[in-house]
């Protein structure tokens, strides 16, 4: 493991060496850390070059996270926007050293999101389109706050899978339905994908991305 910005962990690439790999960058939820999604890595198309970051915010007793989640007086949960926005510039900044260091394909990079990790997906592919190629987004949903909309014309090579539990007491679904609108209206193909789970991936859902991002080789 290279000494980047981000603790990390790496699955290379398997197969041909001819030509660089593509990146998929794996951004855990809050209060986990990079051990979490890189349980799916064994499971994923050996093409691509597979990395899970650590969010950069320790937590107690254990975990990490991108930003900070606190609830106001009234029980409403608030979300530390500056403090997301500096997240999503680290990892736009983490995309390139990442690409740089393992020589990967620069115009071939996916973000695999759970949670708090597809809030900052969505802001990061949003905000720095030139550094994207497709978006996985579980059980997340758009923080407009934190995203820096480019032109439509941006955006015509983004491509976004999103998946929520019809059930999850954590982000409800009525957040995860407002998604497909608000790409579609940005010119970005979307859809919403729901499972009878909770806070979680159900199996059939893991099936269904990991199609999607085969098909996107």
Not at 15 to 33: F, I, M, V, W
Not at 94 to 102: G, K, L, N, Q
Not at 205 to 217: A, G
Request: hydrophobic share 40%; charged share 15%; glycine share 6%.
């Amino acid at each position: 493991m290279k000494q980047l910005s981000l603790e990390h962990i790496v699955r290379p690439a398997i197969g041909n060496s001819d030509t660089k790999a593509p990146l998929l960058l794996l951004l855990h939820g809050y209060g986990s850390d990079e051990n979490d999604l890189f349980s799916f890595a064994s499971e994923l198309p050996e093409s691509y070059c597979i990395i899970s970051a650590r969010a950069p915010i320790a937590m107690q007793p254990y975990g990490n996270a991108w930003y900070a989640i606190s609830i106001d007086p009234t029980g409403i949960k608030v979300s530390d926007n500056q403090g997301a926005i500096i997240a999503r510039d680290k990892i736009a900044q983490f995309i390139d050293e990442a690409v740089a260091a393992y020589d990967l394909d620069p115009y071939n990079v996916s973000l695999l999101g759970f949670s708090q990790g597809t809030i900052l997906s969505y802001a990061v592919a949003l905000t720095y389109p030139e550094k994207v190629k497709n978006v996985i987004g579980l059980s997340g949903y758009i923080n407009e706050d934190i995203i820096d909309l480019k032109s439509n014309a941006a955006y015509a090579h983004l491509n976004i899978y999103n998946s929520h539990g019809t059930v999850d007491q954590v982000i409800p679904i009525s957040a995860a339905r407002k998604t497909p609108a608000y790409l579609k209206a940005l010119g970005i193909t979307a859809s919403l994908s729901e499972f009878p789970v909770g806070h979680g991936v159900h199996p059939t859902n893991f099936y269904e991305f990991k199609q999607w991002l085969e098909n996107q080789e």
